[in-house]
T-cell receptor, first 116, second 112 residues
Framework: AQKVTQAQTEISVVEKEDVTLDCVYE???????LFWYKQPPSGELVFLIR????DEQNEISGRYSWNFQKSTSSFNFTITASQVVDSAVYFC?????????????WGAGTKLIIKP | ETGVTQSPTHLIKTRGQQVTLRCSSQ?????VSWYQQALGQGPQFIFQ???????GRGNFPPRFSGLQFPNYSSELNVNALELDDSALYLC???????????FGQGTRLTVV
């Protein structure tokens, strides 16, 4: 089965705290991509990162970092020193074939609330 | 480079009517996908177009149809609108089927 699970429905932290958003996936594909998108209240899905299944290197981009562990099928996202502007819904997604279609398979999203 | 743009941004329609949503793909992208996102949920795949042909379809009825034009822009048409069609409709483009996927700002459709 192709599936993405974001077990955290909502997380609330105080500004400047670090926060990790969890993403666990299931796939039978040997080659796939994993994505994280941010969706602020305006609705647009903002691309954050794409990771190839063969590239298990962790990545850091400013305050954002991603930990990809193929052994546990996880692709977790950490925000360091969170800011109010980080408040949004964050989606993890997997590219793959499902129902005979190549598509993005989405997690349910994690709503992140950063309090001042 | 220009990103993915969608029009209109907001739309209110009456049940039973028809609607057309438009999407201009990012420059250099030949693949366009459409997603429906109901409030509080993740996006659901509607269909994908690659080089002007439908290249995959999700679990949506035939009253959801689409087109892709030679310049790779795309339309999503929904006939016989139902109240449950109220959602954010997102267009995504990529340079090839498994390429980097960029989304537009979405069209928020309300059916009353």
């Amino acid at each position: 089965a192709q599936k993405v699970t974001q077990a955290q429905t909502e997380i609330s932290v105080v500004e400047k705290e670090d926060v990790t958003l969890d993403c666990v996936y299931e796939t039978r594909d040997t080659t796939y991509y994993l994505f994280w998108y941010k969706q602020p209240p305006s609705g647009e899905l903002v691309f954050l990162i794409r990771r190839n299944s063969f590239d298990e290197q962790n990545e850091i981009s400013g305050r954002y970092s991603w930990n990809f562990q193929k052994s546990t099928s996880s692709f977790n996202f950490t925000i360091t020193a969170s800011q109010v502007v980080d408040s949004a819904v964050y989606f993890c997604a997997l590219s793959g074939f499902m129902d005979s279609n190549y598509q993005l398979i989405w997690g349910a999203g994690t709503k992140l609330i950063i309090k001042p | 480079e220009t990103g993915v743009t969608q029009s209109p941004t907001h739309l209110i329609k009456t049940r039973g009517q028809q609607v057309t949503l438009r999407c201009s793909s990012q420059s250099g992208h030949n693949t366009v996908s459409w997603y429906q996102q109901a409030l509080g949920q993740g996006p659901q795949f509607i269909f994908q177009y690659y080089r002007e042909e439908e290249n995959g379809r999700g679990n949506f009825p035939p009253r959801f149809s689409g087109l892709q034009f030679p310049n790779y822009s795309s339309e999503l048409n929904v006939n016989a609108l139902e109240l449950d069609d109220s959602a954010l409709y997102l267009c995504a483009s990529s340079p090839y089927r498994q390429g980097l996927i960029r989304f537009g700002q979405g069209t928020r459709l309300t059916v009353v």
